[in-house]
């Protein structure tokens, strides 16, 4: 099992991002209502990137489940790597 505190760690970092994306979107209705467009637009970029965060970080805890095995496979990058066992070294030469 995931270490809760892991656990509510994701979590709560997902409501961060949720919060701030309908600040964010609240924000932009008002710029739009103040004929602001571009300050409107620059909070819509705003709230699609704290949307995008928050569901990055939903899958990262999809991927994690419930093993705590799963941790180790949040940078994908990595989990896509193969593992190479480095060549032995040679005796005598550098």
């Keep these: 099992m995931i270490n809760k505190k892991v656990r509510e760690g994701f979590n709560k970092q997902i409501q961060h991002e949720f919060y701030s994306a309908y600040l964010y979107l609240s924000m932009a209705a ?3 209502s ?3 467009d571009g300050m409107a637009q620059w909070f819509v970029d705003e709230q699609v990137e ?3 965060n928050a569901s990055k970080n939903v899958q990262n805890l999809e991927m994690v489940g419930d093993s705590g095995n ?3 496979m949040v940078d994908r990058e990595l989990g896509s790597r193969a593992f190479t066992m480095p060549a032995p070294k040679e005796e005598g030469g550098e």
Excluded: D, F
Aim: charged share 25%; aromatic share 16%.
């Design 34 to 36: 103040k004929g602001m």
């Design 70 to 72: 799963g941790l180790l």
């Design 50 to 52: 704290e949307e995008a």
């Design 30 to 32: 008002w710029a739009y």
